[in-house]
């Protein structure tokens, strides 16, 4: 009898210990963490400090523990950071064990080769975190140069506000983003480097923008990957968006590598002048755009040269003013669009509508629309009451398929007479006297080309013209 008591106990406790185990793994949270940022920014200047030490935390909300599969660090043991995670170094840490509603540390070092010139100016690497079969990850962010850093992260609440003038002494690198807020200056002047991240872009909002570039002293926008590799790589950042912007100005700017050189959003309502007047400025190499004209702002552009971009040099949508005089809107990258698009209206289909504006200064003097397309210019437009469509094209050189009879279209029009540029590919858009282009402008108060150089009477057409 006494066997069958101990028997019996033996098999109550096994039982018991098979069910505590299984509630055990049943309480176990589904859920996965929160962390007391998304990306973890060290914003010392290392070519000073080699080396710094931040923290961040990750939470369990759950009202059951939780368990965390793998911790790594993907530089691995090769990274310029090292990871502690509660005490624990290792770029790898695995099945931790967090209770409900509690927290841990996860530690951060990172040294870099101080005055190493040869380091991207942001270096970053990530910590993921898999619990119940997903992954997480908090990005590192650490400059490595000596430069002016702009960091905003909207979703935490963080933003880097710029007004009065940038100093050119070092190279400014946009994390995020740098912004101009309402009523705002920004001035930058001649010789500024700015390197933007990726997705990262200078941002006006209903404030002015002043670039102050001269020739042979131009203020260049282009990525912070300073490898070779990423030397002519377009898409590499954002680019410049003026949202509701006061009356701004470039002037002798590099803009390259980027998604759109200048995005126009609307225009302020108290503005009765251009949004935006922008001089012997270049934009290549964009990924979609080189003036991206939306909603109703306004661009007065002369001595310009916009090539090579993944989309259009100049896109008009859903309305707006542009006054271009002697500038080159050239097609000859990869895209297979017109170099230059105009259109009045924009379908919003979130919102099942049409939209239409006005047009009411649309004017293209002295300019080459030009590139490997048969069409280099597309206009799509509707008209209706209310709407105004006032457009002035003229002694110009233009490549199409069609060559329109419109009255807007004058009479010192010159359809697909080629500009016989030296070499477009790489972006050398010299040309010799039997040019298309040559001694067939009209002079205007634009006296000095890109280049500086003094225009003939006539002049030629475009942003250079010929000794």
């Not at 793998?70 to 967090?98: C, F, K």
């Not at 190279?171 to 920004?186: E, F, N, Q, R």
């Amino acid at each position: 009898m006494r066997y069958l008591y101990a028997f019996t106990v033996l098999l109550g406790l096994f039982f018991w210990s098979t069910l505590s185990s299984c509630d055990k793994q049943v309480l176990l949270s589904k859920s996965n963490l929160t962390f007391s940022t998304d990306t973890l920014v060290f914003d010392t200047v290392f070519t000073t400090i080699g080396s710094t030490t931040k923290s961040f935390k990750i939470y369990n909300p759950d009202q059951r523990s939780i368990k965390i599969d793998e911790i790594e660090l993907m530089g691995g043991e090769n990274s310029v950071y090292r990871i502690n995670v509660d005490g624990t170094p290792g770029a790898l840490h695995t099945d931790l064990l967090l209770e409900a509603k509690d927290s841990l540390f996860v530690f951060v070092e990172v040294t870099l080769q101080a005055n190493n010139t040869n380091n991207p100016l942001i270096i970053e690497d990530s910590v993921r975190f898999r619990t119940n079969g997903k992954d997480q990850y908090v990005k590192l962010a650490a400059w490595g140069q000596d430069a002016y850093f702009h960091y905003s992260n909207f979703q935490n609440q963080i933003f880097d506000f710029n007004e009065g003038v940038w100093p050119n002494d070092k190279p400014h690198v946009i994390y995020g983003a740098a912004i101009v807020d309402s009523a705002k200056t920004l001035t930058i002047p001649a010789g500024t480097k700015v390197h933007l991240h990726k997705n990262s872009l200078l941002y006006v909002y209903k404030g002015s923008l002043q670039i102050e570039g001269q020739l042979g002293n131009e203020v260049i926008f282009q990525g912070d990957r300073l490898e070779q590799d990423y030397q002519d790589v377009s898409g590499q950042y954002y680019g410049i968006y003026l949202h509701e912007a006061l009356p701004s100005n470039i002037n002798y700017a590099i803009l390259k590598n980027g998604t759109s050189g200048v995005h126009l959003f609307s225009e302020d309502p108290s503005n009765s002048s251009y949004t935006l007047n922008i001089q012997n400025t270049q934009i290549y190499n964009q990924a979609r755009y080189g003036i991206f004209i939306f909603a109703g702002a306004k661009v007065k552009a002369e001595n310009c040269l916009i090539s090579q971009n993944g989309t259009h040099a100049l896109l008009v949508l859903q309305g707006g003013d542009f006054n271009f005089n002697h500038c080159n809107l050239l097609g000859y990258g990869a895209s297979t669009n017109p170099a230059v698009g105009i259109s009045n209206y924009y379908n919003d289909y979130s919102q099942n509508q049409t939209l239409v504006s006005s047009i009411e200064e649309g004017v293209l003097k002295n300019c080459v629309i030009y590139g490997n397309l048969d069409t280099e210019i597309a206009m799509d437009t509707i008209q209706m009451a209310g709407v105004q469509l006032n457009f002035d094209f003229d002694y110009s050189v233009f490549k199409s398929e069609t060559t329109y009879t419109d009255p807007f279209y004058g009479s010192q029009l010159f359809w697909n007479l080629a500009p016989l540029f030296v070499n477009p590919a790489e972006r050398d858009f010299a040309y010799s006297s039997n040019s298309s282009l040559s001694n067939k402008g009209i002079s205007t108060v634009v006296v000095t080309d890109i280049l500086g150089q003094a225009r003939n009477n006539p002049p030629d057409i475009g942003a250079i013209e010929l000794p």
